[in-house]
């Protein structure tokens, strides 16, 4: 078995920081792609951040220069530094990841932790 567990979040007010973090255990082979996505109240599950193995990221829009993601591969985690906070960052923050398990190599299966609230005040 693998699994993603997340921790952070919170409620913070608007211009505050947090940062989130997730860690995979479990029969891990590798780990290729690692992000989080959000799903604000009313609205469907959106990409907030992805970073490869070999360390590209990429960014949704409305967050670019405020969040930061990361990721230690000795660890199998990732992280995300969100500075700047909007009251619109308001979501439920999931963790995802693509990764094989040791178990069966030969097929690559995509993981989602329990989600992490996110509140943002004004």
């Known amino acids: 078995q693998v699994q993603l567990r997340e921790s952070g979040g919170g409620l913070v007010q608007a211009g505050g920081s947090l940062r989130l973090s997730c860690a995979a255990s479990?029969?891990?082979?590798?780990?290729?792609?690692m992000g989080w996505y959000r799903r604000a109240p009313g609205k469907q599950r959106e990409l907030v951040a992805r970073?490869?193995?070999?360390?590209?990221?990429n960014y949704e829009d409305s967050v670019k220069g405020r969040f930061t993601i990361s990721r230690d591969n000795a660890k199998n985690t990732v992280a995300l530094q969100m500075n700047s906070l909007k009251p619109e960052d308001t979501a439920v923050y999931y963790c995802?990841?693509?990764?094989?398990?040791?178990?069966?190599?030969?097929?690559?299966?995509?993981?989602w932790g329990q989600g992490t609230q996110v509140t943002v005040s004004s």
């Open positions: 995802n990841a693509a990764m094989t398990a040791s178990y069966d190599i030969t097929r690559t299966v995509e993981l």
């Open positions: 479990g029969s891990i082979y590798t780990i290729n792609t």
């Open positions: 970073i490869t193995s070999g360390g590209s990221t």
